[in-house]
Nanobody
Framework: QVQLAESGGGSVQPGGSLRLSCAAS????????MGWYRQAPGKQRELVAR???????NYADSVKGRITIPRDNAKNTVILQMNSLKPGDTAVYYC?????????WGQGTQVTVSS
């Protein structure tokens, strides 16, 4: 059973940084594609960043240049490093693990960007 636990959310002023962490268990972590998604109030969940098991990445256009998604296969952890945060980045952020068409989700962590 896949278990994903996010941490690191919180409140930050515009221009600030946050580092989200997702610890995975119950899977062979290195063969999974890992991703971060977000959902703002009244909006659909959207992809923020995704990292395949082979190391390929893709980012939402709105976050390119401001966000990176390193993973540590030895620690079964994927990070979302967010810099130059904007109020529009305010959302609940979810970690996901995907393989062979199946996707699992964490419970989410709130990120609020406000002055």
């Amino acid at each position: 059973q896949v278990q994903l636990a996010e941490s690191g959310g919180g409140s930050v002023q515009p221009g600030g940084s946050l580092r989200l962490s997702c610890a995975a268990s119950g899977i062979i972590f290195s063969v999974y594609a890992m991703g971060w998604y977000r959902q703002a109030p009244g909006k659909q969940r959207e992809l923020v960043a995704r990292l395949t098991s082979g190391g390929s990445t893709n980012y939402a256009d709105s976050v390119k240049g401001r966000i990176t998604i390193p993973r540590d296969n030895a620690k079964n952890t994927v990070i979302l490093q967010m810099n130059s945060l904007k109020p529009g980045d305010t959302a609940v952020y979810y970690c996901s693990a995907g393989r062979l068409g199946a996707q699992s989700w964490g419970q989410g962590t709130q990120v609020t960007v406000s002055s």
